[in-house]
């Protein structure tokens, strides 16, 4: 609550006869040549100064915010809210029932631990697409779901009632983004404090780092880590220094036959090659009222795919029109306009805010792309695909030369077959290809594959078994859903059908994106090409693909096939669409369709036919493309506003399935002890009101050597759990049949579970096991265990548990982009409950940065231009940290000394390395998380 006023900023507004106290702008000298965005927090400050997190001089460095200077103020942001799905929301409620438990242990009220700002949980991230293809697949999908997440799903329905302030909206609803913006976000809040109705702009924080969606929108906000989402949900500011705020001008249109799709893939290549890591984008010019709002959501969405922070456009009628569509009440589109008009948040095109950096885009520059084949960033025009898919290729494809493994790491490229010939015909499909070594090896894998049908096929290197319309980012979006549609409705026409080694799957991001689609009938043309309804929730872009085609995956296992997934999702990294398929591309949701009729990426839509039509004539991907006009009059025809008022009336009701839960009740959660779903976390056992000293570290060894781009999903449990690895042998142990496994962020409540699979993808390169490999490259979550004579390979976990009964402290080398991808809190929970107490890389992913420190663990970068290898490490030796216990001076050092000594499993004649390590504890709020051992205690102790 605000108790100072130092610009005498209070005032009132009046709409529709209704008063709301307001904190005006433009009593701070500068505001006017402020970014939107920057707006947004200058009122922020305004509204919650303080005079102790907030204070005036914070206020007055905004205002006269240097666009050009690097960022040095820090200030305290106050999200209106948290939003949360609920992989990433389950571990927030079960933290914070288990603090509800330290507060009593402490002394303290239990009833202190509740939501002093709104919070709102989407449950959309645990169905799985197990079924597909068939009209019962999205009933039976859900069944499963209710099956493998009743403990689960009990829990959230206790929190709900539980605590104050915190609603959820049940399995079977939508996409958490989409949701937001169709529904949660207000754009302009309105709540009551201190006895008045307050108004201020609508802003958020998200368990997810895709929040940046609601951007889109005019709503400030972006994902951060759990840990912060609890924080924020218990009155703690995010501590954050003012950005650089990067505007982007778009002029021109967008042409016809290119998608939002391909613009957002444009957009994300261009900013990735700018570098935005850590900045505000903010979208400005003539060129946005032209962009509708569907497709700034998309452009939001990607937000993390090229690093900012958010990606923001402004309030205009775009805003306005869209809020009026999906039900807001005309009292609070009237409160919008009024106040964005008033605070000068509305956008005038003719003037031009201050920016620190500015890049353009003319919209109908851009031309149709995909991106793949493991980063979002990575561009591929799609007339270049196939030449592309030749390339990358080498490296994912094996190939045997008399039984011997040849390296297909040479610097040629070669064709692989299309699947689909004949079985007998391998050889017209089998080209040979000289390399290094100058042997002949085969390119592609031709392997015969007979269906339960009876129907043969071949299949190949490079075929699409998964072809998915999936994830928020292009659900929202009924200009690309309707040419989706319609795409299949033309093919269906030519009597074109989808390859039968491909596994179709829908997931709606809405139930509004089902109403349209039955409205204008694409539903069945849909269908007709097997894209029946998975279920509404992320499905295939979190990897909740379920499984491939039964004869696919077989031959791919068998055969160690590279295969791929297209998907119209946001994230395509090693590992997370299915342990299947090795390359995964990002498309629109009618080039998802289109990929489906062809089956191989080893395809050029431009001269390459799709099938032949009733009288024998090829059919090329031009001749069924949807044309712009077809899809506005089907937007125009099958889409109201009736539709979205209908389905978000009853969004936190729940089907019979939900309301039927049998629910605790109480303050304080029954744990219990036989649950494998839901256990009490560790982090406050052992706990007292007084700090332990920061101390440095010493004697520690090296967990895990990898290299560049380890993303959130190499380190954080994801996906399905597999026999063998220590997260199943624990569930066994708990008498879990592996049917019932589940995957792993179902479980994200039971620490126990998630901390066997942290560093446990199956696409891990952990450097430090190549030595007893001779050298070779393993995947998986493999270490060497040190505390064994000969330090052998061991799972990751395994060796965790020997240095923590040892009395080991661990560290982490990597290399750039560290910790990069979705904003999983366990990616540092899981880091920090394995020993690990430094992370010591090249540069870090902002988000997993903040949530290593907020769980206790250092991050530090090597010196500029220095990396692990070169400095002649390699894992192998006993690490020291010196110059940690400076903050507990109550200042932050700036560099730490790291010294790595040669230990008995070091190569002979190895030297001792010493660097000075820059500590990347950026703010004085992130050192006193550091210095209470983590945000929740310092939350905690704060309480108390």
């Known amino acids: 609550m605000s108790t100072v006023n130092s610009f005498g900023a209070k005032s009132t507004l009046t709409v529709g006869g209704t008063d709301y106290e307001i904190f005006r702008l433009d009593t701070v000298p500068g505001f006017e040549k402020l970014p939107f965005s920057l707006k947004v927090l200058l009122e922020n400050l305004l509204r919650t100064e303080d005079g102790a997190n907030v204070t005036k001089a914070q206020i007055e460095a905004l205002g006269s915010w240097d666009a050009a200077a690097e960022p040095t103020t820090e ?129 958020c924080v998200g368990t997810d780092s895709h929040t940046t969606m609601v951007n889109g929108l005019g709503v400030l906000g972006w994902g951060v880590g759990g840990i912060e989402a609890e924080a924020a949900m218990l009155g703690q500011p995010v501590s954050m220094l003012i950005p650089r705020v990067v505007g982007f001008k778009l002029t021109g249109e967008i042409p016809a036959g290119v998608t939002a799709t391909d613009v957002v893939l444009t957009i994300t290549d261009i900013l990735r090659k700018h570098g935005v890591v850590g900045k505000f984008v903010e979208f400005y010019g003539a060129g946005v009222a032209s962009v509708p709002l569907a497709n700034r959501a998309t452009i939001g969405n990607m937000s993390p795919e090229f690093g900012s922070t958010a990606a923001m456009f402004p309030i205009d009628d775009v805003t306005l029109d869209y809020l009026r569509l999906t039900g807001r009440s005309d009292e609070a589109v009237a409160l919008v306009e009024a106040y964005a008009k008033e605070q000068k948040l509305w956008h ?214 590279a295969v791929t997934a297209v998907l119209s999702g946001n994230r395509n990294f090693e590992g997370r669409i299915s342990p299947d398929v090795k390359m995964n591309y990002l498309a629109s949701p009618p080039l998802v369709v289109a990929y489906a009729l062809a089956g191989s990426m080893h395809f050029d839509f431009d001269t390459d036919a799709l099938g032949q039509d009733t009288d024998g004539n090829d059919v090329f991907l031009k001749d069924i493309w949807p044309a712009t006009d077809e899809v506005q009059t089907i937007i125009d025809s099958s889409i109201s506003r009736e539709q979205f008022i209908k389905q978000y009336a009853t969004v936190f009701d729940g089907d019979e399935r939900w309301t039927s839960l049998p629910t605790p009740t109480g303050p304080i959660f029954e744990w ?185 663990v250092v991050p530090l970068q090597f010196p500029a231009g220095e990396s692990w290898e070169s400095l002649g490490l390699d894992g192998t030796e006993v690490v020291s940290i010196t110059g940690l216990e400076e903050l507990n001076n109550g200042t932050t050092p700036k560099t730490v000394k790291v010294t790595a000594t040669p230990s008995e499993h070091s190569p002979e004649g190895k030297q001792p390395v010493e660097f000075d390590a820059v500590v990347r504890i950026d703010t004085p709020g992130e050192a006193d998380y550091y210095r209470n051992g983590g945000i929740l205690q310092y939350v905690l102790r704060s309480l108390v």
């Open 75 to 203: 200030i305290q942001f106050t999200p209106a809210r948290v939003v949360m799905q609920d992989f990433t929301g389950v571990p927030c409620i079960v933290d914070l029932a288990t603090m509800r438990e330290a507060v009593t242990d402490l002394g303290g009220d239990p009833n202190k631990i509740n939501p002093l700002s709104p919070a709102e949980m989407v449950i959309d991230h645990s169905v799985i697409a197990d079924l597909f293809g068939t009209e019962d697949a999205l009933e039976r999908n859900v069944e499963i779901e209710y099956e493998r997440n009743g403990e689960r799903y009990q829990f959230l329905r206790w929190g709900q009632t539980a605590f104050n302030d915190f609603k959820v909206v049940p399995p079977g609803t939508g996409i958490v983004h989409q949701v937001n913006i169709e529904h949660l976000a207000k754009v302009i809040y309105d709540r009551e404090a201190d006895g008045v109705l307050r108004a201020y702009p609508d802003t």
């Open 348 to 561: 005038d095109p003719e003037t031009e805010p201050v920016f620190s950096e500015y890049l353009e885009l003319d919209l109908g520059t851009v031309v149709p792309s995909i991106a793949g084949p493991k980063r979002p960033q990575d561009r591929i025009l799609l007339s270049e695909a196939k030449a592309q898919f030749e390339k990358d290729i080498i490296g994912y494809a094996t190939a045997s030369t008399n039984n011997d493994i040849v390296d297909l790491e040479s610097k040629h490229s070669f064709p692989a077959s299309d699947p689909g010939a004949v079985p007998g015909e391998e050889s017209e499909h089998t080209r040979e290809v000289h390399i290094n070594c100058g042997a002949p090896v085969h390119a592609s894998k031709p392997v015969p594959v007979t269906t339960p049908d009876g129907e043969k096929y071949i299949l190949d290197n490079g075929a699409v078994t998964l072809a998915a319309i999936t994830s928020c980012t292009n659900t929202s979006n009924p200009s690309v859903m309707i040419a989706a549609g319609l795409l299949a409705r033309k093919a269906r026409e030519k009597g074109l059908k989808q390859k039968p080694w491909v596994k179709t799957t829908l997931g709606p991001g809405s139930k509004v994106v089902t109403d349209y689609y039955e409205k204008s009938g694409l539903d069945k043309d849909l269908e007709g090409l097997g894209f029946y309804t998975v279920g509404y929730g992320c499905t295939i872009c979190i990897g909740n693909s379920g499984p491939l085609i039964d004869e696919v995956s077989a031959a791919v296992n068998d055969h160690d096939l």
């Open 672 to 856: 219990d002890e036989n649950s494998t779903y839901v256990r009490k976390a560790p982090y406050f056992d052992g706990m007292t009101t007084e700090l332990t000293p920061v101390a440095d570290i010493s004697g520690a060894r090296v967990l895990a050597a990898l290299g560049d781009s380890v993303t959130t999903d190499h380190i954080s449990p994801a996906g399905n759990i597999k026999i063998g690895t220590p997260a199943a042998k624990y569930l066994e142990e708990h008498g879990v049949r592996q049917k019932d496994f589940n995957s792993f962020g179902s479980r994200r409540g039971n620490h126990e579970v998630m901390i066997r699979g942290t560093f446990a993808n199956i696409r891990l390169r952990n450097q430090l096991v190549r030595a007893v490999n001779n050298g070779a490259e393993v995947e998986g979550g493999y270490t060497r265990d040190f505390t064994q004579a000969e330090g052998p390979q061991s799972f990751i976990f395994d060796a965790s548990e020997n240095y923590q009964a040892a009395g080991v402290p661990l560290v982490i080398f990597g290399g750039k982009e560290y910790g990069s991808g979705s904003s999983r809190d366990w990616a540092a929970k899981g880091t920090s409950l394995l020993g690990v107490t430094a992370v010591i890389c090249e540069s870090f992913e902002r988000i997993h940065r903040s949530n290593l420190i907020g769980m206790g």
